[in-house]
């Protein structure tokens, strides 16, 4: 659960600027140096009282917020007195082929780099494997694809970037409560404030959890009294390990399998509430793409259909454990990211063998338009967001099988002018 910083303080009081021109020639740009202002006397007005309600010391809060002050290059910032940011019409294309992500050369590097930590780490991996049911390999997977295993540098404050955001963020409350969390940390003296890094979204350690999920899925696996998932390598692989139990792992189950989907079976069947015995869909002639059986103890556990990129696209069979990867992001292509790279690290398999086609040319804003189109005629789509998730692929295929077309499972220009 990555961050993004984008902009820097001369462009965001620009744009300030000139939407104070553009709504009244009489309104000036506020301060900057006000809202500073502002915001030291919230943190002794108004949020000291809530953490120190909350058990957090004095001695903490002031050491926590020595040297603090706003970051006005973080994103989704609402400061108090100035304009809204003006909504933009959602017209770009926001979807290209899946194929980039899933860089070949990077995910080469770190499968190696991950075969190499799976043999210096095998004795905490097999422990972690033994106390959680979580295999070694995914766990190295979530860690690579999100710190590039311990290596990204994280030179954000998380004090700074929470209290920011709890300050003047488009969300408010949710950052406000992270932040209590934060300091919830730092009184607990798991890490210190020097140390205390993260992402420019809030997200800490090697793990990249927020707040809130430290104290819910962190655990000290070192026994040094200490949760940390900052320095601790044992500290860092259970606690992902722990995330992944408790949002539901089924122990001694993978994420699933690339397969090929017979041309006469329903791409339209996708999704985990559609789920089936393994055997099942072995029965209408689904087969694993490497030519191996499915094996014998998955025949009668569940499997779903997934089709990210439609017919044109890599096609799986997937077990409940692809969506429990998902709950750490909620990405189709991060979990097969993961699953892919765990893979690679634990049976030095290599890419996917289907090939991703020419899709995700679409903008996103005509996407939301079929969605609302599909809707009104009666399809569950997920909700109108341009973002074309399994229930408006789904939806999509079942339009198509109903007015007589081949099925994609996959939004296309093509339908824009037959969708109505």
Known sequence: MSGRTEGGVARYALAILLACATASPSLAAPSQAAVESQFENWLQTDLWPEAKKDGISENTFKTAFSGIQLDWTLNDLAPPGFPPAKELKQTQAEFSSPAPYFNEGRLQRLATTGRGFAS????????????????GSIVLAIWGRETGFGAAKMPESAIQVLATKAFMSTRKDMFRNELIAALRILEHGDVTPDQFKGSSAGALGQPQFMPTSYFQYAVDFDGDGHRNIWTSVPDTLASI??????????????????????????????????????????????????????????????????????????????????????????????????????????????????????????????????????????????????????????????????TGMKPTCYPDSSMLGTLK
Do not use: H
């Open 120 to 135: 210096q780490y095998a004795s905490t991996l097999k422990r972690i494997e033994k106390t959680y049911g979580v295999p």
């Open 241 to 402: 390990a722990n995330y992944l139990v408790k949002k539901g792992w089924q122990r001694d189950r993978g994420w699933g399998y690339e397969v090929t989907i017979p041309i006469d079976v329903s791409c339209a069947q996708e999704g985990p509430d559609l789920a089936k015995p393994i055997a099942r869909w072995a029965g209408v002639g689904i087969t694993r793409i490497s030519g191996k059986p499915f094996p014998s103890d998955e025949l009668k556990a569940s499997g779903m259909m997934l089709v990210p990129a439609g017919r044109d696209g890599p096609e799986f069979i997937v077990t409940p454990n692809f969506y429990v990867i998902k709950e750490y992001n909620n990405s189709d292509l991060y979990a097969l990211y993961v699953g892919n790279l765990a893979d690679r690290i634990a049976n030095g398999s290599g890419a996917f063998q289907g090939p991703w086609g020419d899709v995700g040319k679409m903008l996103r804003s005509d996407v939301a338009s079929m969605q609302k189109t599909l809707e009104k005629k009666g399809y569950d789509v997920g909700g109108t967001d341009g973002l074309p998730g399994y229930k408006t692929r789904r939806s999509i295929g079942q339009w198509q099988e109903k």
